[in-house]
């Protein structure tokens, strides 16, 4: 990819340089520059939300018949699929994952656009029972401009899963995407308006989020904001959609529990607790990054743990084998490196890991080792802060009583892991830990049919699944008067 030129963005489907400061995509395994860009100006913000609700208004595309939305968003899915080593490339090099699991998201931002094409062609209105002289219905209307603010740790996953469900629906959309992850919208935004999208029904404004992400929030032609990141944001983005009475859905942050009960089926469970954590480097809102562990089993279980942890393959994002690629960015690596001291002062032991990998391959990147913390309290700072990285924090239970109490112990409450070959146990856990989404003998396994949000600081409303398109429309009741005498009261 050439960094001599500069990458346009796209302002209300024209492709041109935005008018704010240059910078640079950085490649976080090695810290080179991918791509080189201007961030939009506060205008080209204000153009683009202008463009967009002209073509929601104008282009026709909230009035085609479902079917021929779902066509489009099909041939969305079908360009992702047939682009999909390239595109499993780029995002590599746009946010350092490696490349199998780059693909994976690319595979489900395909299946995304398929499902919601499929949503949209059977979404049903219906007809409520009648209490008078009247039929009643219930029907959805699209909202206008919407806004889909996504974070840099999936980027064409998390994109199409607000994208898909606002077009399907009707919508127009601003995409802003993370700062330092501005391809993929780039590239899904062009796909869809190759598929059929009507130019101007999506822009993409990558940018600073205090700066660019909240002018879209604030801006009055935006009608919902989907908003994917950290709780602190999405809390700062509430405040503002309070005043506005705009709806919003937040996905936030999390510091997930997982439980190894003492039947537990070892090999499964080690396996399923690693790739918990340390898959994405631990750069997953859902990362199991709070494990307890039946104290009969912890001896055993954390050697195992352990030992796998230390194997784990870090390195080269374009290598099939790597299991864990770097950091977003240094910044970022800092920032878990502090939060591994800050464990430290708090009386924590590091089992594994706490330092960078040595070697010429890792000098450039930001890369981490996998790292396990233990001597730990539930009510520690590093039991209760999100890291967002490849650092666990373990601790023994001594009864689920108590179990139940430290899961559920804290602000966080997105996602949980549950390994126990007893099934009414798993099911007495599973009901009474406090989480958006509950892996029972599994762990970060995701479906699009079946729906996820968080709750207390974790987020507000829920995506994916059927009905999640709904999220992007507004409910109407039509009354159809059938009396054949005028209403009596003005007699
Ligand atoms: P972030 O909150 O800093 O940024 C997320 C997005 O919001 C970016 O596009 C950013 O530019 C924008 N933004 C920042 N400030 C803004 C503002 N004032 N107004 C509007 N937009 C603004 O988060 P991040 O560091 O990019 O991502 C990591 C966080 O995201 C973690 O907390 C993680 O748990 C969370 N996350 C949650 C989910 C989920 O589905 N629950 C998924 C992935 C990541």
Same mark, same amino acid.
């Given at each position: 990819?050439?960094?001599?030129?500069?990458?346009?963005?796209?302002?209300?489907?024209?492709?041109?340089?935005?008018?704010?400061?240059?910078?640079?995509?950085?490649?976080?395994?090695?810290?080179?520059?991918?791509?080189?860009?201007?961030?939009?100006?506060?205008?080209?913000?204000?153009?683009?939300?202008?463009?967009?609700?002209?073509?929601?208004?104008?282009?026709?595309?909230?009035?085609?018949?479902?079917?021929?939305?779902?066509?489009?968003?099909?041939?969305?899915?079908?360009?992702?699929?047939?682009?999909?080593?390239?595109?499993?490339?780029?995002?590599?090099?746009?946010?350092?994952?490696?490349?199998?699991?780059?693909?994976?998201?690319?595979?489900?931002?395909?299946?995304?656009?398929?499902?919601?094409?499929?949503?949209?062609?059977?979404?049903?209105?219906?007809?409520t029972?009648s209490r008078g002289d009247f039929m009643t219905m219930s029907?959805?209307?699209?909202?206008?401009?919407?806004?889909?603010?996504?974070?840099?740790?999936?980027?064409?996953?998390?994109?199409?899963?607000?994208?898909?469900?606002?077009? /399907? &629906?009707?919508?127009? @959309?601003?995409?802003?995407?993370? $700062?330092? #992850?501005?391809?993929?919208? =780039?590239?899904? !935004?062009?796909?869809?308006?190759?598929?059929?999208?009507?130019?101007?029904?999506?822009?993409?404004?990558?940018?600073?989020?205090?700066?660019?992400?909240?002018?879209?929030?604030?801006?009055?032609?935006?009608?919902?904001?989907?908003?994917?990141?950290?709780?602190?944001?999405?809390?700062?983005?509430?405040?503002?959609?309070?005043?506005?009475?705009?709806?919003?859905?937040?996905?936030?942050?999390?510091?997930?529990?997982?439980?190894?009960?003492?039947?537990?089926?070892?090999?499964?469970?080690?396996?399923?607790?690693?790739?918990?954590?340390?898959?994405?480097?631990?750069?997953?809102?859902?990362?199991?990054?709070?494990?307890?562990?039946?104290?009969?089993?912890?001896?055993?279980?954390?050697?195992?743990?352990?030992?796998? /942890? &230390?194997?784990?393959? @870090?390195?080269?994002?374009?290598? $099939?084998? #790597?299991?864990?690629?770097? =950091?977003?960015? !240094?910044?970022?690596?800092?920032?878990?490196?502090?939060?591994?001291?800050?464990?430290?002062?708090?009386?924590?032991?590091?089992?594994?890991?706490?330092?960078?990998?040595?070697?010429?391959?890792?000098?450039?990147?930001?890369?981490?080792?996998?790292?396990?913390?233990?001597?730990?309290?539930?009510?520690?700072?590093?039991?209760?802060?999100?890291?967002?990285?490849?650092?666990?924090?373990?601790?023994?239970?001594?009864?689920?009583?108590?179990?139940?109490?430290?899961?559920?112990?804290?602000?966080?409450?997105?996602?949980?892991?549950?390994?126990?070959?007893?099934?009414?146990?798993?099911?007495?856990?599973?009901?009474?830990?406090?989480?958006?989404?509950?892996?029972?003998?599994?762990?970060?396994?995701?479906?699009?049919?079946?729906?996820?949000?968080?709750?207390?600081?974790?987020?507000?409303?829920?995506?994916?699944?059927?009905?999640?398109?709904?999220?992007?429309?507004?409910?109407k009741s039509l009354y159809w008067g059938l009396n054949?005498?005028?209403?009596?009261?003005?007699?």
């Amino acid at each position: 990819m050439s960094t001599d030129t500069l990458l346009p963005i796209n302002i209300g489907g024209e492709l041109r340089l935005g008018g704010g400061d240059e910078y640079a995509s950085l490649y976080p395994a090695t810290g080179e520059a991918v791509a080189r860009l201007r961030a939009p100006s506060l205008a080209d913000v204000d153009e683009a939300i202008t463009r967009a609700d002209h073509a929601f208004r104008t282009s026709g595309w909230a009035q085609r018949k479902p079917h021929e939305r779902a066509a489009v968003l099909n041939r969305v899915a079908s360009i992702i699929r047939e682009r999909g080593e390239a595109l499993a490339q780029r995002q590599r090099l746009d946010n350092g994952k490696p490349i199998n699991e780059t693909r994976n998201l690319v595979s489900s931002a395909a299946a995304t656009f398929q499902f919601f094409a499929s949503a949209c062609e059977t979404l049903e209105e219906t007809i409520t029972p009648s209490r008078g002289d009247f039929m009643t219905m219930s029907v959805y209307e699209p909202m206008g401009v919407v806004a889909a603010i996504t974070p840099w740790n999936s980027p064409i996953a998390s994109e199409a899963q607000k994208v898909a469900p606002a077009l /399907a &629906a009707g919508n127009a @959309v601003v995409i802003k995407p993370a $700062e330092v #992850t501005p391809l993929m919208a =780039l590239e899904l !935004a062009a796909i869809c308006e190759e598929a059929g999208i009507p130019k101007g029904m999506l822009s993409v404004l990558p940018g600073r989020g205090s700066v660019i992400g909240d002018a879209i929030t604030k801006h009055p032609l935006v009608k919902r904001v989907s908003f994917t990141g950290g709780t602190a944001t999405g809390k700062h983005i509430a405040h503002i959609a309070a005043e506005k009475m705009m709806p919003v859905s937040l996905e936030l942050g999390g510091k997930s529990a997982t439980m190894v009960l003492a039947d537990a089926d070892l090999d499964h469970a080690v396996n399923g607790v690693l790739y918990g954590i340390f898959s994405s480097s631990g750069e997953s809102c859902i990362a199991g990054s709070r494990l307890f562990v039946a104290r009969a089993l912890y001896a055993e279980f954390m050697d195992r743990l352990s030992t796998k /942890a &230390a194997a784990l393959r @870090v390195g080269d994002p374009a290598d $099939e084998r #790597t299991q864990m690629g770097p =950091l977003i960015t !240094a910044k970022h690596r800092e920032s878990i490196e502090k939060y591994v001291e800050l464990g430290l002062s708090e009386g924590a032991t590091i089992r594994t890991g706490g330092v960078r990998p040595k070697g010429t391959a890792f000098d450039r990147g930001y890369f981490y080792r996998p790292t396990i913390l233990e001597g730990v309290n539930n009510s520690d700072q590093i039991c209760q802060q999100e890291i967002f990285g490849p650092v666990l924090v373990a601790m023994p239970f001594d009864d689920e009583a108590s179990l139940i109490e430290q899961a559920n112990d804290s602000v966080y409450a997105l996602a949980a892991g549950v390994w126990t070959r007893d099934y009414k146990k798993a099911w007495a856990l599973g009901r009474a830990v406090q989480a958006g989404t509950v892996w029972i003998n599994t762990y970060k396994q995701f479906s699009i049919s079946t729906p996820f949000g968080g709750w207390r600081d974790s987020g507000l409303g829920r995506e994916k699944g059927r009905l999640g398109i709904l999220q992007y429309m507004e409910q109407k009741s039509l009354y159809w008067g059938l009396n054949e005498k005028p209403l009596a009261w003005a007699n």
